[in-house]
C-alpha cells in the first residue's frame, strides 16, 4: 500500500483519521488562521482531545429507521477518538457545534448523569423492555471510557433490572467488563457484535487510527465465546476497491475465534462525510482514489451519499451485490449460527425498590 502523507504541502495528523474540519452545515462563517507563526490558541490545540461534559434530559433514543434491526439506543458519549474516516456517526457532531472532521475524534462529548436517567428511565411503569443497543452511534468503549467507566455502570444497571442490551464495540476493552458480561449472558441478556473491517494492519492504521488492532479484536471474540457470551462480527463498513476482498478472511477468523453472527453494511458518505472521505482517500491512496470513489458511487445510484431506507445499508447495483453474494457464501462457510434471542421476560422495574429494601 502507498501513501503519499510524506509529500503533502499540508500538515497531516497522524493518530486522526479525518484531516480536516470543515464547517458544520449550520456555520455562517469560516475561522482561519492568518499566518502560520501567529499564537491563535485554536489551532495550537488541534491535535489535543478535550473532554466535554453535558447534562442531557432523556438517555434513551428511539430509531426509527427500518434499517436498524433495534428500537432503541444509548449513547453514552457523542463524538468518537477512535477516529474511523469512514464513520456515518461524523455528521451528528455539529448538532453540537462541532465539525464532523477533527472535532469529531478531539471533542468528545459525556453524559455525565447516564446512570441516573437510565435508573429513571427503568423504573418507569410505562417503559416495556426491549433490547437497547449500545451504542447505536459511536464507540460506547472508547479511549476515554477507560477512565470514567460509564459503560461498565450502564451495564450494571441493565443487570440489576435484568434488562436486555446489545453491544457493539472495536475496542479490547470490553474485555475490562467480563464479570458483568458473563452474568448478564447467563440470563440472556447480552449480545456483542465486535466490529472487524479487515485483515491489513498497514490500512487499519490509516483507516481506523485509534482503535484496537485486528489481531486484538479477534481475541476479543474468541475471549467472549469462551466465557459463554454471545457474540457475532461485524464485517462493517465494506469500503469497495479497499476491503471487500477480505470478507472471506475475515469471516473464517471471527468463525475460528467462536462468532456466532455476522453482519456486514457498505459504506456510504453522507453529508460533510462526503468531503472529510474524499480528502483521506485522495491523500493516503492516491493511486487508486479514483477508482474507489467510483466504485461507492456506483453502489447508491451514482451518489456517494445514501439515505434510502432499504438501501443504503448494502447498495444497489452489480458491485454491491457480488460484495453481498461473497459475505453470503463466507457467513455459510465459516459461521456456526448460535441463534441467540433475548430474554425481556425477566425485566423488573421495581429492582431499584428491592434494592432499597434490602437496607
Request: with cysteine.
Amino acid at each position: 500500500m502507498e501513501t503519499s502523507t510524506e509529500t503533502l504541502s499540508e500538515p497531516y495528523f497522524k493518530g486522526r483519521g479525518a484531516q480536516i474540519n470543515p464547517n458544520t452545515r449550520f456555520q455562517k462563517y469560516d475561522y482561519v488562521q492568518e499566518h502560520a507563526e501567529g499564537l491563535d490558541e485554536a489551532f495550537l490545540q488541534r491535535e489535543k482531545t478535550e473532554i466535554i461534559y453535558t447534562y442531557p434530559k432523556t438517555i434513551i433514543n428511539k430509531v426509527d429507521s427500518p434499517d436498524i434491526g433495534l428500537g432503541y439506543s444509548l449513547n453514552p458519549y457523542q463524538g468518537c477518538e477512535h477516529g474511523c474516516i469512514y464513520c456515518y456517526a461524523r455528521p451528528t457532531h455539529e448538532y453540537w457545534g462541532y465539525s464532523a472532521g477533527l472535532d469529531f475524534e478531539r471533542k468528545i462529548i459525556v453524559k455525565q448523569n447516564c446512570i441516573e436517567l437510565l435508573e429513571k428511565h427503568f423504573s418507569s411503569k410505562k417503559w416495556k423492555a426491549m433490547p437497547i443497543m449500545l451504542s447505536g452511534n459511536t464507540d460506547c468503549y472508547q479511549p476515554v471510557e477507560r477512565d470514567l467507566e460509564i459503560t461498565r455502570r450502564i451495564l450494571k444497571t441493565c443487570l440489576k433490572y435484568k434488562h436486555p442490551v446489545a453491544v457493539i464495540t472495536k475496542n479490547a476493552l470490553i474485555k475490562r467488563d467480563l464479570d458483568i458480561l458473563a452474568e448478564m449472558a447467563q440470563h440472556k441478556l447480552v449480545h456483542v457484535m465486535v466490529s472487524v473491517t479487515g485483515m491489513d494492519e498497514k490500512m487499519r492504521q490509516i483507516l481506523e487510527p485509534r482503535t484496537a488492532s485486528y489481531k486484538s479484536r479477534l481475541s476479543v471474540i474468541e475471549t467472549l465465546s469462551k466465557y459463554k457470551i454471545p457474540v457475532g462480527v461485524m464485517v462493517a463498513p465494506i469500503i469497495p476497491g479497499i476491503n471487500n476482498h477480505e470478507i472471506p478472511d475475515v469471516l473464517e477468523a471471527a468463525g475460528n475465534a467462536g462468532a456466532g453472527n455476522a453482519g456486514i453494511t457498505i459504506v456510504r458518505l453522507n453529508g460533510a462525510n462526503e468531503q472529510i472521505f474524499k480528502d483521506w482517500l485522495y491523500k493516503n491512496l492516491p493511486d487508486r482514489a479514483d477508482k474507489v470513489w467510483h466504485q461507492i458511487a456506483e453502489c447508491h445510484g451514482g451518489q456517494v451519499s445514501d439515505s434510502r431506507h432499504g438501501v443504503r445499508m448494502h447498495g444497489e447495483g452489480k458491485i454491491a451485490e457480488s460484495i453481498m453474494q461473497l459475505f453470503r457464501l463466507s457467513k455459510k462457510r465459516f459461521i456456526q449460527p448460535n441463534n441467540f434471542e433475548f430474554n425481556c421476560a425477566d425485566f423488573n422495574y421495581r429492582a431499584n425498590d428491592i434494592q432499597l429494601a434490602l437496607f
